[in-house]
């Protein structure tokens, strides 16, 4: 009650949440824009790669293998003698199709999924629901072995299974967060109004678990990193020669007490982009609300 | 449309039933059952605001529920205007919905915080079928809004703005304008003003009254405050257990109740001037909602109870001109 009286007093006549004030109080944010300029780098590292790197990131040089960083080599050299600054940028490129892929996948349907079960309860909320335990009940790595036991391995058969285990996230997230707002009262006021359960899903629903939609998404998608990372790591993810920061991370072990260093930057790209993508995630659950709007 | 002589019949409650069934606990029993309505009967005219007063669990929400057809009945039937909710088809219903429209309780939970006040006030004209030429929607959705935010005393300037920048005074403002907009016969306000100040529920209520006298609406206001009723209301109902058991104007009730629970009711109400005086307080809870009494729903607790109390139900029945009780001795 506090909060909202001295936000209720700054308030000025005329002050929308217009996108211009959006922007405003988005650079105000400083976790957010720390999060975004990571993330921006890991984006650009990623586009920028994709015309030019310093050295071709498959490029095998064995006579420089191991090398510390130079002026020719930024981050030095791995076991083959390959530049790591062009294979961090390329595997930037990967990280990044895996995460939006399996992301995006499994926030379509699980979001779909979650706003069905909340709308509808009874049996479709509980076949909805035992299907989703039944998926969670799988773990990705066991989902992505099975998948490349009968495809083969390949990023494919990763990025469906993330893909298919996000489902079930979304799906549980948004159903818990909308059965709790169909028992809020503007929902009663809005079928008084003689709304049908589609149109308050969309009109209703949706807009106020937009957030943690939002923060789901962000994190989902920095899980996807990880675990793209953990598949590539155990050999069912990416595919040798194509750069993955996991791959290198793991054949990095081997090296880790001859040059330690070359473990250092694949770790690092990882921490540092699933570092932004989480400081955005909660920097976008505060911009958006319009509760908060004015604060800070 | 809303010609305040008319002696129309806005609100028609007939015989209303309202049984939930409980979720099944055991294999063995058959899931218990609350009664939350037991046949009631109510009427309103229109340009009239009928109060329902009772203790919490009596059936005031369900009933409210059932007259804005957000919950059918389990016997019985609603009319609004000679239009029977439970038979009207989907579209039709949605299309008579512009007749009836709510005011809730919490005006922090009833209006949607994602939403500016515009489309909070037009989303009831936004749900209405559209094009069926009835002449009563010649104006814009974007006029209505206007009319209406102006009708309860905003400002155009507020139309942009979310709920959390109003007070609780204003958002039922809103809430009441929300309400407005199609011109409805018939506004159900259930506890309008009791999550209010107390120096706000006057401005609300005299708010009220004054889109009454306006539109000519017609209100059945739910409240458990008296002093509200009295303020607002030509005609009072006063629910127990699910049923109405005593029914009177305003006058007749406020000067002389004759139902027992009425009594304890106004017994209940503080007051300054009267110095210490003797209260006679209810004894013992309200009376199981899951088992349908025999007799008197209220003999329990009655301080008048005698023996037939507990064996026959005592009928809603006048006793005086206009006012009905339902009890063995009134």
Redesign the interface.
């Known amino acids: 009650m506090q909060a909202i009286e001295t936000v209720k007093e700054t308030v000025r006549p005329g002050q929308g949440v217009a996108s211009s004030g959006f922007v405003r109080r988005a650079l105000g944010h400083r976790s957010f824009m720390i999060g975004l300029v990571l993330t921006g780098t890991m984006i650009i590292l990623a586009l920028v790669s994709l015309v030019w790197t310093p050295h071709s990131p498959t490029e095998i040089v064995i006579a420089e293998r191991l090398k510390l960083p130079s002026p020719g080599h930024w981050l030095g050299t791995d076991q083959f003698g390959r530049d790591i600054l062009s294979m961090i940028m390329a595997g930037a490129q990967t990280s990044i199709v895996v995460g939006l892929i399996a992301v995006s996948l499994g926030a379509a349907v699980g979001i779909s999924l979650g706003l069905w079960a909340a709308a509808r309860r009874g049996w479709t909320e509980d076949v909805i629901m035992r299907l989703s335990d039944l998926n969670l009940a799988f773990p990705v790595i066991l989902i992505a072995i099975l998948l490349t036991a009968g495809w083969g391995p390949g990023i494919t058969n990763a990025i469906l299974a993330l893909g298919i285990y996000n489902i079930s996230v979304f799906a549980r997230q948004v159903r818990g967060a909308g059965i709790a707002m169909w028992e809020r009262e503007f929902v009663l006021a809005a079928r008084a109004a003689g709304k049908g359960n589609l149109a308050i899903t969309i009109e209703h629903i949706l807009p106020n678990i937009i957030s943690i939609i939002v923060v789901q998404a962000t994190i989902s998608f920095a899980i996807a990193i990880l675990a793209e990372a953990a598949l590539s790591y155990l050999g069912v993810g990416s595919q040798p020669p194509n750069p993955s920061w996991g791959r290198m991370l793991s054949e990095s072990q081997n090296y880790i007490f001859l040059t330690p260093i070359i473990a250092v930057w694949p770790g690092l790209a990882i921490v540092l982009s699933v570092l932004g993508l989480n400081l955005i995630g909660d920097g976008l659950r505060d911009l958006v609300d319009p509760r908060l709007a004015r604060r800070r | 449309m809303n010609d305040p002589k008319s002696n129309e019949t806005v609100l028609l409650v007939e015989g209303l039933h309202r049984h939930f069934t409980l979720p099944r606990e055991s294999l063995f029993h058959p899931p218990e059952k609350i009664y939350a309505l037991n046949g009631v009967d109510l009427s309103i005219q229109r340009g009239r605001s009928l109060g329902v007063v009772g203790e919490s669990g009596c059936g005031k929400s369900t009933l409210a529920r059932l007259c804005?057809a957000?919950d059918m009945p389990t016997a019985g039937r609603v009319e609004i205007l000679g239009q029977d909710l439970a038979r009207l088809p989907a579209r039709e219903?949605?299309r008579a919905?512009a007749q009836f429209?709510?005011v809730?309780?919490?005006p922090y939970?009833?209006?949607?915080?994602?939403?500016?006040v515009r489309r909070i006030v037009g989303?009831?004209m936004?749900?209405?079928p559209r094009g069926d030429g009835s002449g009563e929607e010649n104006f814009s959705r974007e006029e209505a809004v206007d009319r209406a935010i102006d009708a309860v005393g905003l400002r155009a300037?507020d139309l942009?703005?979310?709920p959390?920048?109003f007070?609780g005074g204003q958002r039922q403002r809103i809430?009441i304008a929300?309400a407005l907009v199609t011109r409805p016969s018939l506004i159900v306000a259930d506890e309008p003003v009791s999550a209010l100040d107390v120096s706000v529920q006057a401005q609300v209520l005299n708010l009220m009254q004054a889109l009454q006298r306006d539109f000519g609406v017609t209100y059945m206001l739910i409240s458990h405050d008296l002093g509200v009723v009295d303020y607002v209301c030509d005609e009072v109902a006063v629910m127990y257990l699910g049923r109405v058991v005593e029914r009177a104007s305003r006058r007749q009730l406020f000067a002389k109740p004759l139902h027992p629970y009425t009594q304890a009711l106004f017994d209940a109400v503080p007051r300054i001037d009267a110095g210490r005086r003797r209260r006679t307080t209810l004894q013992g809870h309200v009376g199981s909602q899951t088992r349908q009494a025999t007799g008197c729903a209220f003999a329990d607790r009655c301080p008048k109870a005698q023996t037939r109390c507990a064996a026959e139900m005592p009928e809603l029945r006048k006793i005086d001109n206009g006012h009905l009780a339902s009890c063995h001795f009134a």
């Open positions: 804005m957000l219903l949605r919905r429209q709510m809730f309780q919490d939970g009833s209006l949607d915080p994602r939403h500016t989303e009831t936004a749900a209405l300037g942009d703005k979310y959390h920048e007070s809430a929300r």
